[in-house]
């Protein structure tokens, strides 16, 4: 037994040599920055202080953070309205299925900036969908979709569609469908059939799809700065604004460990949640 | 006089080129436990899946109980199945699996409550409305998945090897239990198998299928005597396939030679003077007798080797052609290896049917 643990430590060990140096080292530092004084431009003195923290759940902070969790929030859910029947389709898709998948992944080859940037030409008020829609005379005016908070929306769910589709796929995937053909036997319409059979068994994937889009969409400040022109702040920007702008390394630590504690309370209450195997969902 | 309840018409089912149900008719009477018996692939699974409406049929027309349900999804239709896996719902207990069904036809739930206790009274599982399907034992899981497809009333219940994945001694207990419920229920049962003791142990009728075809409908006891076609004698039970020829033909008896020997058997209407012929003769009908015994059919034979199987000791005996018969014989047997002896067996116990160029390879 012991031999055995000690073996699967070694085939571990490099994976846990780069937590410790990349993750937990680096979050004991936040951790111990964040309880010292600020020294103005980015510097620190090692004395205790809680300063960071009611910086942080000052109004303005706790606002910019409930906001992001707001807008994290909508785009998830509006992930998980646009990837369930997307999910679904493939499931469904028979020898379509692969192509279908490997689409959904393309994105991922691509730069990130470059697909946001995309999306600016898209947005903006001389862009493709307002002059097409000016064209069709659904609109007489430009639309402002670019640079208002909304924008960020879209780019939530653009850039982390995937990650919804992906398990809530694996969770359709995986239903025997004897289920349904049980369900039909006993007098369930499709539709009932899948309120009843179908979406419950898949409500893991959906969790578990809105874990990973959940936690990065919360962070993002990429996003907010390009679409939104500064007009929404999340917990993201602020976080970059207190390192780099106003070099106040206490409160932006305190801002990141916070950040990190929700995540972990999302996390926590998804594994509560869920049995073992719906876990593997999020692999 | 018993009404139809299932009625088949000229049933079949294409998948692609393949046939899997060929042409088959067949009327069901109400009440009657009838088993679809056949190898995998014979088409006996898909023959359910129409009645319950999972499939539709390539040609041919579905009544239930007078009814053309053809265009009927399958929950308009008045059949449940139990599911040869259970197919039991894994996010929900087991009572509200059993009340699945009731929920569905929006039965109110003081009514709906007292139904599913009475149904899970009769599996005898009531202490275990709250368990997940998961958390019971196989046999449970059965009991389940038979209450939850009786607990609407169907007028049919059809079941896809329903005993298939529980162990031998519960499966012989569930066929009894089974029976018993059938029989106490009145409902129609249409029962898919391809274990052939659990057809002849249950069956009202059996109808054995091959490559898509119904070969035979009788009931157990003339599937198992006097079975029509080659493919059910060798598929139903043990049997001695013989090579034949038909010697001489009279008004009700043919003469066969078989080896050096002659018998005489009933006359079969399709068979001729010269025609090659296989005999089918079971096991447990042949005898040994003493070589003064006379007797219409006195065949001499070596015996070649006696195995003791328990209850009977099982006898392979060789014809002066070669041919082998084995005979199941009871253990007091006067036999013994590599010495001469007589069997003989009853006339009408012995099934003929014309060799065709395919069959001679058996």
Same mark, same amino acid.
């Given at each position: 037994?012991?031999?055995?643990? /000690?073996?699967?430590?070694?085939?571990?060990?490099?994976?846990?040599?780069?937590?410790?140096?990349?993750?937990?080292?680096?979050?004991?530092?936040?951790?111990?920055?964040?309880?010292?004084?600020?020294?103005?431009?980015?510097?620190?003195?090692?004395?205790?202080?809680?300063?960071?923290?009611?910086?942080?759940?000052?109004?303005?902070?706790?606002?910019?953070?409930?906001?992001?969790?707001?807008?994290?929030?909508?785009?998830?859910?509006?992930?998980?309205?646009?990837?369930?029947?997307?999910?679904?389709?493939?499931?469904?898709?028979?020898?379509?299925?692969?192509?279908?998948?490997?689409?959904?992944?393309?994105?991922?080859?691509?730069?990130?900036?470059?697909?946001?940037?995309?999306?600016?030409?898209?947005?903006?008020?001389?862009?493709?969908?307002?002059?097409?829609?000016?064209?069709?005379?659904?609109?007489?005016?430009?639309?402002?979709?670019?640079?208002?908070?909304?924008?960020?929306?879209?780019?939530?769910?653009?850039?982390?569609?995937?990650?919804?589709?992906?398990?809530?796929?694996?969770?359709?995937?995986?239903?025997?469908?004897?289920?349904?053909?049980?369900?039909?036997?006993?007098?369930?319409?499709?539709?009932?059939?899948?309120?009843?059979?179908?979406?419950?068994?898949?409500?893991?994937?959906?969790?578990?799809?809105?874990?990973?889009?959940?936690?990065?969409?919360?962070?993002?400040?990429?996003?907010?700065?390009?679409?939104?022109?500064?007009?929404?702040?999340?917990?993201?920007?602020?976080? /970059?604004?207190?390192?780099?702008?106003?070099?106040?390394?206490?409160?932006?630590?305190?801002?990141?460990?916070?950040?990190?504690?929700?995540?972990?309370?999302?996390?926590?209450?998804?594994?509560?949640?869920?049995?073992?195997?719906?876990?593997?969902?999020?692999? | 006089?018993?009404?139809?309840?299932?009625?088949? !018409?000229?049933?079949?089912?294409?998948?692609?080129?393949?046939?899997?149900?060929?042409?088959?008719?067949?009327?069901?009477?109400?009440?009657?436990?009838?088993?679809?018996?056949?190898?995998?692939?014979?088409?006996?699974?898909?023959?359910?899946?129409?009645?319950?409406?999972?499939?539709?049929?390539?040609?041919?027309?579905?009544?239930?109980?007078?009814?053309?349900?053809?265009?009927?999804?399958?929950?308009?239709?008045?059949?449940?199945?139990?599911?040869?896996?259970?197919?039991?719902?894994?996010?929900?207990?087991?009572?509200?699996?059993?009340?699945?069904?009731?929920?569905?036809?929006?039965?109110?739930?003081?009514?709906?409550?007292?139904?599913?206790?009475?149904?899970?009274?009769?599996?005898?599982?009531?202490?275990? !409305?709250?368990?997940?399907?998961?958390?019971?034992?196989?046999?449970?899981?059965?009991?389940?998945?038979?209450?939850?497809?009786?607990?609407?009333?169907?007028?049919?219940?059809?079941?896809?090897?329903?005993?298939?994945?529980?162990?031998?001694?519960?499966?012989?207990?569930?066929?009894?239990?089974?029976?018993?419920?059938?029989?106490?229920?009145?409902?129609?049962?249409?029962?898919?198998?391809?274990?052939?003791?659990?057809?002849?142990?249950?069956?009202?009728?059996?109808?054995?299928?091959?490559?898509?075809?119904?070969?035979?409908?009788?009931?157990?006891?003339?599937?198992?005597?006097?079975?029509?076609?080659?493919?059910?004698?060798?598929?139903?039970?043990?049997?001695?396939?013989?090579?034949?020829?038909?010697?001489?033909?009279?008004?009700?008896?043919?003469?066969?030679?078989?080896?050096?020997?002659?018998?005489?058997?009933?006359?079969?209407?399709?068979?001729?003077?010269?025609?090659?012929?296989?005999?089918?003769?079971?096991?447990?009908?042949?005898?040994?007798?003493?070589?003064?015994?006379?007797?219409?059919?006195?065949?001499?034979?070596?015996?070649?080797?006696?195995?003791?199987?328990?209850?009977?000791?099982?006898?392979?005996?060789?014809?002066?052609?070669?041919?082998?018969?084995?005979?199941?014989?009871?253990?007091?047997?006067?036999?013994?290896?590599?010495?001469?002896?007589?069997?003989?067996?009853?006339?009408?116990?012995?099934?003929?049917?014309?060799?065709?160029?395919? !069959?001679?390879?058996?």
């Amino acid at each position: 037994m012991i031999r055995t643990i /000690r073996s699967a430590y070694t085939m571990l060990s490099p994976s846990l040599i780069w937590l410790l140096f990349f993750l937990i080292i680096p979050v004991g530092f936040i951790a111990v920055i964040s309880f010292t004084t600020n020294l103005g431009f980015g510097g620190i003195l090692y004395k205790f202080s809680t300063d960071a923290y009611r910086l942080a759940f000052s109004t303005l902070y706790a606002k910019v953070i409930w906001q992001s969790i707001v807008w994290a929030a909508l785009g998830t859910f509006l992930c998980i309205v646009i990837a369930y029947p997307f999910a679904y389709f493939i499931a469904n898709a028979g020898k379509w299925k692969n192509m279908l998948l490997l689409l959904v992944m393309v994105p991922f080859w691509t730069n990130f900036l470059i697909l946001i940037y995309a999306w600016i030409i898209l947005l903006n008020s001389q862009g493709l969908i307002n002059s097409l829609l000016i064209k069709i005379g659904i609109i007489a005016e430009p639309l402002t979709m670019l640079y208002s908070p909304y924008a960020v929306i879209i780019g939530i769910v653009y850039g982390f569609l995937p990650f919804m589709i992906l398990p809530i796929y694996a969770s359709l995937e995986q239903m025997d469908r004897s289920y349904l053909e049980a369900a039909e036997d006993l007098g369930a319409t499709p539709f009932r059939a899948f309120l009843k059979i179908t979406l419950p068994l898949s409500a893991p994937g959906i969790f578990a799809g809105s874990l990973i889009t959940f936690v990065p969409a919360l962070s993002v400040f990429v996003i907010t700065d390009l679409l939104t022109g500064g007009k929404l702040l999340m917990v993201g920007n602020i976080i /970059r604004d207190a390192f780099v702008v106003e070099m106040n390394w206490q409160l932006g630590s305190a801002l990141s460990l916070l950040l990190t504690i929700l995540v972990l309370i999302s996390i926590y209450l998804f594994i509560k949640f869920t049995s073992s195997k719906d876990r593997n969902l999020l692999l | 006089m018993a009404e139809s309840m299932v009625k088949l !018409e000229n049933i079949t089912k294409q998948f692609g080129e393949l046939h899997a149900v060929d042409n088959i008719s067949l009327t069901i009477k109400q009440g009657e436990f009838l088993t679809l018996l056949g190898p995998s692939g014979c088409g006996k699974t898909t023959t359910l899946r129409m009645i319950a409406g999972f499939e539709n049929p390539t040609s041919g027309n579905i009544w239930i109980n007078q009814a053309l349900v053809n265009e009927i999804a399958p929950y308009h239709r008045e059949v449940n199945t139990v599911f040869q896996h259970y197919s039991l719902f894994p996010h929900m207990t087991v009572f509200n699996n059993v009340a699945f069904g009731l929920k569905m036809k929006k039965v109110k739930k003081a009514e709906m409550m007292e139904r599913v206790y009475n149904v899970l009274d009769l599996v005898q599982l009531k202490e275990y !409305e709250n368990r997940k399907p998961n958390q019971l034992s196989g046999g449970q899981q059965q009991r389940i998945a038979i209450a939850r497809a009786i607990i609407n009333n169907p007028q049919v219940l059809l079941l896809d090897e329903p005993l298939g994945a529980l162990d031998l001694k519960l499966r012989k207990q569930m066929q009894l239990e089974l029976k018993h419920l059938q029989q106490s229920l009145g409902i129609t049962f249409i029962y898919v198998t391809h274990d052939q003791e659990e057809a002849l142990t249950m069956s009202d009728r059996i109808v054995v299928m091959n490559k898509g075809k119904i070969e035979q409908v009788d009931v157990p006891r003339v599937i198992y005597e006097m079975p029509k076609t080659l493919f059910v004698s060798s598929f139903i039970g043990d049997t001695n396939i013989l090579k034949g020829m038909v010697h001489k033909k009279s008004n009700d008896e043919l003469t066969l030679q078989l080896g050096a020997e002659m018998i005489t058997v009933k006359k079969e209407p399709t068979i001729e003077v010269d025609d090659h012929v296989l005999l089918s003769i079971r096991p447990e009908n042949i005898y040994f007798i003493k070589e003064t015994e006379s007797h219409d059919i006195k065949i001499p034979v070596k015996v070649i080797e006696c195995i003791y199987t328990g209850s009977s000791t099982k006898v392979v005996t060789q014809l002066s052609d070669g041919q082998k018969i084995v005979i199941q014989s009871t253990n007091d047997a006067i036999v013994t290896k590599n010495t001469a002896a007589f069997l003989t067996w009853k006339k009408e116990l012995t099934v003929v049917y014309k060799a065709n160029e395919k !069959e001679e390879t058996f």
